[in-house]
């Protein structure tokens, strides 16, 4: 099988198993729903579903978000300044989060808003979110991701996109989300003046 059909089947493997997941959390609730039932819904076997899943937790997070945040970071100009640099991104994340369909997304937040655990799981990506960032803005502004400002930026940076982001959401996705994005990530230019 070539490389680019092994892909998409792969991305459709895991599309079907999102959507029946959440079909199967919003009817039965996120802890009653296992993993056998996902499979089963979307017709694979359990070992399938793991080739693809560590477990029912990461139907809800495992969105290849990470490289995107890479790539469009390396693609930048290098002389551009970093508030631009952050703006853009971030507003091209937006897009792509535009791109997704808006229920889906509410009822992820939902979920992820509601059951315990997936609180704490979003914690802890979040941190890790925050580390990679912390590592892209060092190696854009050459210092160290120990750097207090860096970090201090990098905080900045997701705090303003968690608040656009929530405020999108909790609006049922109603103004438009790069332009929230624009406005926060302007609010907090001084940060990124590294």
Known sequence: MDMGLREANRQRVQNEVRSQALALFVEHGFEATTVEQIAAAADIS????????????????????DPFLEQTFAARPA???????????????AARLLAADHATLLLRHRLMSSVPALRDRLAREERTNLDQLVKLLADRVDRSPDDFEVRLAAAAVNTAFAQAAQHWLEGDCAPDLPALVGLAMDRIKGALEL
Request: hydrophobic letters at 30%.
């Open 46 to 65: 359990p070992a399938t579903f793991y080739r693809h899943f560590r477990g029912k937790e990461d139907v809800l997070f495992h969105e290849g978000y």
């Open 79 to 93: 002389d551009e300044p970093l508030a631009r640099t952050v703006r853009t991104v971030y507003e091209e994340f």
